[in-house]
């Protein structure tokens, strides 16, 4: 196989220019004289009075109902908690300070999507500077429109409690006062295990979503100085009760924890446009045969593996190098990121400052084969979104056989490369977050699978009380 070293440019939207003008209306001013407006007004007074003991309870949705809202096609239904504000909303309040080392203000708008990408003068509609650690809000978001939501809770089969912990530990990392750190977790479990509905089962049928990994809830020590940052929220009894959502869980000990995709920067609003985006992936043009996109780490494992992957990327006339360091803007934006996954075969996957990274999710995004190097970079941690057959869609190399990487990758036949590239392509839908005011959207996405995966599995262990 040749590869040519030359970047490919890649247009991220589609033409919506045109479109624009197509569909541009001419606008009349209307005019009514006074006795027909206010004929009209009570009319419509009436009909709201009349119609007034058949509706629904009013909505709190953080997005406006899509025109053309999806319908409930799963067999399953779920209650959205109406938290007090101090668990979710009022925490935003403080965006400034709601992660140590970044303004989060950027992040948090859009409820979580962040900034739009602009593109040709315009904001796109369905592109995003998202934050890796923002999937609480958007998780959020997609749960408050979904079709499957219920307003009774006697009919539901799951709950979410919409409580933003990952926001709210890392806005106290630095609290050297333990009480303090830990505050509003607990206040949150003392609020949830007051409730009728947890009582029904416990808890049992009750669950957490976080942008953060499991470690930053996980302190298991009193000490001030380990295990920095974590509060205790996962460590808690009856938080073990739920099942809790988060982009990295614990291998080990975390049985009641499920993965989650970390958020990348694609949330279309239409299936077509996903469609599209994966059309582009299967046919754009990749010269490289593998890419690296990270920085040194400090640690001496973590040193270790990043350190050969850029002394090999680097030495290697098949391999693009993003070299991530300190104060280098490249590596936060978004379309140079993907446009290097876009242009490789293959994109190594290190452990980033845990196992797993959102690179993956940007990398797969992009069409782009996933190399691990450790089994908890993804298989252990996403089971609800992968298929059984690893190698189906990434390869895995070990300490024996990554020191000789360009050797292994090309290896492989050029047919096989074509159906594990086809393979990661088909994943896409369900790796991504749609955007929550989606419309005519009809393929099952991060927060579907979840919900899906959550009502089965409530349903097949919950016993009510009730």
């Known amino acids: 196989m040749a590869y040519n070293k030359k970047h490919v440019k890649i247009d991220l939207w589609s033409e919506t220019e045109e479109e624009e003008k197509k569909y541009s209306k001419n606008r009349e001013t209307l005019k009514l004289t006074i006795p027909t407006l206010l004929l009209f007004c009570s009319i419509c007074l009436i009909f709201v009075i009349l119609l007034s003991p058949f509706t629904s309870p009013p909505q709190t949705t953080l997005f406006a109902a899509s025109s053309l809202p999806r319908t409930c096609d799963q067999n399953f239904t779920v209650y959205v908690y109406d938290l007090p504000k101090e668990f979710n909303t009022d925490l935003l309040q403080n965006c400034r300070h709601l992660n140590i080392y970044t303004d989060m203000c950027p992040h948090v708008a859009n409820h979580g999507l ?129 099942s809790v959502l988060t982009v990295e869980r614990q291998p080990w000990k975390g049985d009641n924890q499920f993965g989650i995709p970390y958020p990348s920067y694609f949330h279309p609003y239409t299936s077509a446009e996903m469609l599209t985006w994966q059309d582009k992936m299967r046919s754009v043009e990749r010269p490289h045969l593998f890419s690296f996109v990270g920085g040194p780490r400090k640690g001496l494992e973590k040193a270790a593996i990043r350190d050969e992957l850029i002394r090999q990327c680097a030495g290697s006339s098949r391999c693009e190098l993003l070299k991530c360091e300190s104060g280098g803007s490249r590596c936060h934006d978004p379309m140079t990121v993907l446009g290097v996954m876009a242009r490789s075969r293959f994109c190594l996957q290190a452990p980033g400052d845990s196992f797993t990274r959102r690179s993956t999710f940007d990398a797969m995004l992009a069409g782009c084969i996933p190399v691990f190097f450790s089994p908890h970079t993804m298989y252990t941690q996403y089971m609800w979104y992968l298929p059984d057959d690893k190698r189906s ?74």
């Open 393 to 466: 869609y990434s390869l895995f190399l070990d300490e024996k056989n990554s020191t000789l990487i360009e050797q292994e990758l090309s290896r492989i036949p050029e047919s096989e490369v074509v159906q594990m590239r086809e393979a990661v392509i088909a994943m896409i839908p369900k790796l991504t977050y749609a955007h929550p005011n989606s419309t005519n959207y009809d393929l099952p996405d991060a927060v579907d699978v979840a919900l899906e995966a959550l009502a089965k599995q409530a349903k097949a262990k919950v016993v009510y009380s009730l």
């Open 114 to 242: 962040g900034q739009p990408l602009r593109h040709g003068g315009g904001d796109s509609e369905t592109w995003f500077a998202t934050h890796q650690f923002i999937a609480e809000m958007i998780f959020h978001a997609r749960v408050e429109n979904h079709p499957c939501r219920t307003w009774e809770p006697n009919n539901a089969d799951i709950f979410y409690v919409p409580f933003y912990g990952g926001l709210y530990a890392s806005s106290v990392f630095r609290e050297q006062n333990l009480t303090k750190r830990d505050e509003l977790a607990v206040r949150l479990v003392d609020y949830m295990s007051g409730q009728r509905w947890w009582g029904r089962s416990n808890g049992q049928d009750h669950f957490l979503a976080f942008g953060r990994t499991a470690w930053d809830f996980m302190r298991s020590s009193d000490e001030a100085s380990t295990d920095f940052g974590a509060n205790i929220l996962m460590q808690m009894p009856r938080v073990m009760n739920m």
